[in-house]
Structure formats: structure tokens, C-alpha cells
């Protein structure tokens, strides 16, 4: 024991800086997976005692959990494709659309504009508006104006006849 060096680094205040990276670096991911779920049944069963097995009843109600995480978890694949379905977000095209942002100057605007296209950039969708890309879930107000209301009324001709 004389002999060994003491390390401090993870010691307060002197916390080292590398574990500080490692710590944030970290995912904060805390759900349980599907995957998870199967290391921690497939654990159980390796260690259990053998005077004493899972119970049958046990065993299924266990597997019946794995099932409904690993159904909850393509439900929520399918509502996300679903969600950034191309099609569903061109129904925008032609809409008043607002959103909120910072100008050049930096102080906080609220944007409007028709939408010109769709497009998905990284799995996200994006609504052109003028020269901006912006995202579709930062929409805060989407209106349809009706094509009559975009057309401006005709002049009435002076005394033609149709």
C-alpha cells in the first residue's frame, strides 16, 4: 500500500475533465427497449434458482410484456413515418402559414408566408416559404384562404355587354 499512487481525479472539487466529457457524453436515453427488455427476461432465466423455477404463468406474463413493448415500439415507428408522410404535408402547399423566429437583428418575429413546397432534409419536413426553409413541426398558425379571396375582383366593364 506504500507503494501505490492515489488518483484523485474524480475527487471534489478536482473533478477530471475527462470524466466530465464522459459523463456528458453519456446518451439520457431511459427508456426500456425491446432489446432491454429481452437482456433482463433472458438474464432471469439464466440465474434462477433451480429449486425454484419461473413459474409457467410467470413466464407468460413476462413474454406477454415483451410483446406489447416490442407492438408499443412499431406503433410508434408507424406514427412517425406516418407523420413525415410527404403526401400528407403537401396539403400545406397553397396555405397561409405563420412561425416564429429571430430576424437578422436578433429579436424574436413572427413569420408568415404562403407555402411554395414540401421537402424532408434528415427526416425532418420543411414547408418553402419565399426564400426561408421552415420546419413544419415550428408552425404555429396554418390558414387556408379560399382561391376567390386570392383573386381580386374584376373592374366592372363600362357599359359592355358580355
Given at each position: 500500500?506504500?507503494?501505490?499512487?492515489?488518483?484523485?481525479?474524480?475527487?471534489?472539487?478536482?473533478?477530471?475533465?475527462?470524466?466530465?466529457?464522459?459523463?456528458?457524453?453519456?446518451?439520457?436515453?431511459?427508456?426500456?427497449?425491446?432489446?432491454?427488455?429481452?437482456?433482463?427476461?433472458?438474464?432471469?432465466?439464466?440465474?434462477?434458482?433451480?429449486?425454484?423455477?419461473?413459474?409457467?404463468?410467470?413466464?407468460?406474463?413476462?413474454?406477454?410484456?415483451?410483446?406489447?413493448?416490442?407492438?408499443?415500439?412499431?406503433?410508434?415507428?408507424?406514427?412517425?413515418?406516418?407523420?413525415?408522410?410527404?403526401?400528407?404535408?403537401?396539403?400545406?402547399?397553397?396555405?397561409?402559414?405563420?412561425?416564429?423566429?429571430?430576424?437578422?437583428?436578433?429579436?424574436?418575429?413572427?413569420?408568415?408566408?404562403?407555402?411554395?413546397?414540401?421537402?424532408?432534409k434528415d427526416g425532418e419536413q420543411y414547408a418553402?416559404?419565399?426564400?426561408?426553409?421552415?420546419?413544419?413541426?415550428?408552425?404555429?398558425?396554418?390558414?387556408?384562404?379560399?382561391?376567390?379571396?386570392?383573386?381580386?375582383?374584376?373592374?366592372?366593364?363600362?357599359?359592355?355587354?358580355?
Amino acid at each position: 500500500m506504500a507503494g501505490e499512487a492515489i488518483n484523485n481525479n474524480a475527487v471534489w472539487p478536482n473533478y477530471s475533465t475527462s470524466n466530465v466529457q464522459k459523463a456528458a457524453a453519456t446518451t439520457k436515453d431511459t427508456t426500456l427497449g425491446k432489446d432491454q427488455f429481452l437482456k433482463i427476461l433472458v438474464t432471469q432465466l439464466r440465474n434462477q434458482d433451480p429449486s425454484q423455477p419461473l413459474q409457467d404463468r410467470d413466464f407468460i406474463a413476462q413474454m406477454a410484456q415483451f410483446s406489447s413493448v416490442e407492438q408499443l415500439m412499431n406503433m410508434s415507428e408507424q406514427m412517425t413515418m406516418l407523420r413525415q408522410n410527404l403526401g400528407t404535408a403537401s396539403s400545406l402547399i397553397g396555405m397561409t402559414v405563420e412561425w416564429n423566429g429571430l430576424s437578422d437583428a436578433g429579436v424574436g418575429t413572427t413569420y408568415s408566408g404562403v407555402v411554395e413546397a414540401i421537402s424532408i432534409k434528415d427526416g425532418e419536413q420543411y414547408a418553402k416559404v419565399g426564400d426561408k426553409s421552415v420546419k413544419v413541426d415550428e408552425l404555429t398558425t396554418i390558414t387556408y384562404v379560399p382561391s376567390s379571396a386570392k383573386q381580386t375582383p374584376k373592374e366592372e366593364a363600362g357599359g359592355e355587354n358580355v
